[in-house]
């Protein structure tokens, strides 16, 4: 089994930056996709930004591009988003999770196995 810890959220002032971090542990695969995704008080969770190890590069949903960027500590199997120029719309609950299939459907919640508990995000002044 996997288990997904996030941690990092908290109240920030728009403008503002939050780095979020995932520690994984449990069972591994040389071919996994990492992902963040955020769900709003009656939204539907949605897609943030991923992490292929096939393309070895990372995705971003256009709402956060040039100002999130999704990074990985192999030593720490932590998964990190830092997060800059906060705006109040990302405020969200903030959920990582792990597909262990490398599935190319990144930006689909269903695609992937494992889920954090969340982390709240809330970007106020």
């Known amino acids: 089994q996997v288990q997904l810890v996030e941690s990092g959220g908290g109240l920030v002032q728009p403008g503002g930056s939050l780095r979020l971090s995932c520690a994984a542990s449990?069972?591994?695969?040389?071919?996994?996709?990492m992902g963040w995704f955020r769900q709003a008080p009656g939204k539907e969770r949605e897609f943030v930004a991923a992490?292929?190890?096939?393309?070895?590069?990372?995705q971003y949903a256009d709402s956060v591009k040039d100002r999130f960027a999704i990074s990985r500590d192999s030593a720490k199997n932590t998964m990190y988003l830092q997060m800059n120029s906060l705006k109040p719309e990302d405020s969200a609950v903030y959920y990582c999770?792990?597909?262990?299939?490398?599935?190319?459907?990144?930006?689909?919640?269903?695609?992937?196995?494992?889920w954090g508990q969340g982390t709240q995000v809330t970007v106020s002044s």
């Open positions: 449990g069972r591994t695969s040389s071919r996994y996709v």
């Open positions: 999770a792990l597909d262990l299939t490398g599935s190319s459907r990144y930006f689909s919640a269903g695609e992937y196995e494992y």
């Open positions: 992490m292929l190890s096939s393309a070895g590069y990372a």
